[in-house]
């Protein structure tokens, strides 16, 4: 027999319509100013900073409340070094043979290609993992455990992920979401198990002195919302 749910009183603080102005203004004005960076310093990050910008990560909405990510954060030299040799070598195979001549003209006017050098010189490198399933009642993933299916996975994860940048952007770090394919490498080289599944790799600190970003554009807003 199922338990029947247990409620507690929202705690919510409505606004008086010109605060709730005033913030939604300053939230738009920060948040249009991020920008996915590249030439990253080596200048260290206040660790708290990180610790409580993937805390607001966690905080987001998932399916059936099951939280299914893992942050892992990477600031060892050696183990950034690591992971920038394994996801170069994918990048490099992607780049030269994996990638369709359309994909190659759409990243085209970004300027990227195989070299990641982002990957060792930013201070942290934080690996977001997935979960589909997890053991039950915290068992290892042997192939035999009972396992917990965790609902809506992927959307669960990337709602946090978007949480996660703009904690990152509201402290005043710099970020990109970097997407190497295949990414199974992470597993091996950060010892996780075979049930959580890379998602993103996010390499964050402050930008370098000369830091250049893509001359692009945003759609109008009229291509990107509909109100019926």
Known sequence: MREPPRYLPLEFERLPEDEARRRSDEFLSRIAKRRTVRDFSDEPVPWDLVRNAIRAAAT????????PWRFVVVSDPAIKREIRRAAEAEEKESYERRMPEEWLEALAPLGTDWHKPFLETAPYLIVVFKMDFEPAAGGVDDGTAVRKKNYYASESVGIACGFLLAA????????????????????RILGRPPHEKPYLVIPVGHPAPDARVPDISRKPENEVLIRV
Not at 60 to 67: E, L
Not at 168 to 179: D, S, Y
Request: charged letters at 5%.
């Open 60 to 67: 987001a909405p998932s399916g059936a409340n099951r939280q």
């Open 168 to 187: 990152l952007h509201f402290c005043g770090l710099a970020t990109l979401t970097h997407t190497p394919s295949p990414m199974g490498f992470l597993n």
